[in-house]
């Protein structure tokens, strides 16, 4: 049983350029989380959705963050423009809502 | 508002000895509380969750935690380390009933041969 899907799973891009992660979550699992990790900061939830609807993104850093889920298999955090701080690990996590977060396997970025 | 504090950054033992994991919390409701393990290069795998019914909560690899609500900790312990055992480990709250995690800062786990 695949879990949850993320891609690249690498992205290194200069100031100023657009960067897409993406995710796609276990088959079946209604709730969506992006998640940042930094050294400084730790784990942070930026965004989550439940059957594809955004229900809270007090977590985004800014509004060069978004975040969309066009449909139950696929999920886009987008940053444009990206700046160096935006360098980190992001992880998508999924599950059944109020159940266990399964992690995928994360996107490390690094913005030059 | 929640909070988790994590008792030390790193903490290293040897290998066969007890892993003691510190883990306090701060929740104004009932917490649901969770341990993650982090291995290199890899996302979270859930090792536990305590959500309101046995207060000792027995996970993967050997590991449980105890909940304690007097004195708000969630600390993780396995009897016996193993080198596979070397990762970084994450306490997190969430409301009960709700989905929002609230993670600790990690504790990175080194076992000595």
């Known amino acids: 049983d695949a879990g949850v899907i993320q891609s690249p799973r690498h992205e290194v891009t200069e100031m100023g350029q657009e960067v897409t992660l993406r995710c796609k979550p276990i088959?079946?699992?209604?709730?969506l989380f992006w998640y940042r990790q930094t050294m400084m900061r730790g784990l942070e939830l930026l965004i989550y959705?439940?059957?594809?609807?955004?229900?809270?993104d007090s977590g985004m850093p800014e509004d060069r963050f978004s975040a969309k889920m066009p449909n139950a298999s696929f999920s886009t955090l987008k940053i444009q423009p990206s700046e160096p701080r935006d360098s980190a690990v992001y992880f998508c996590?999924?599950?059944?809502?109020?159940?266990?977060?399964?992690f995928g396997p994360g996107t490390r970025l690094t913005v030059l | 508002a929640q909070s988790v504090t994590q008792l030390g950054s790193h903490v290293s033992v040897s290998e066969g000895a007890l892993v003691l994991l510190r883990c306090n919390y701060s929740?104004?409701?009932?917490?649901?509380l969770f341990w993650y393990v982090q291995y290199p290069n890899q996302g979270l795998q859930l090792l536990l969750k305590?959500?309101?019914?046995?207060?000792l909560v027995k996970g993967i690899n050997g590991f449980e935690a105890e909940f304690k609500k007097s004195e708000t900790s969630f600390h993780l312990t396995k009897p016996s380390a193993h080198m596979s055992d070397a990762a970084e480990y994450f306490c997190a709250v969430s409301e009960e009933g709700a989905q929002k995690l609230v993670f600790g800062q990690g504790t990175r786990l080194t076992i000595n041969p």
């Open positions: 305590y959500t309101s019914a046995a207060t």
């Open positions: 088959s079946g699992h209604n709730s």
């Open positions: 996590a999924s599950s059944f809502i109020l159940d266990t977060q399964y």
């Open positions: 929740s104004s409701v009932p917490p649901y």
């Open positions: 959705f439940n059957n594809n609807v955004p229900i809270d």
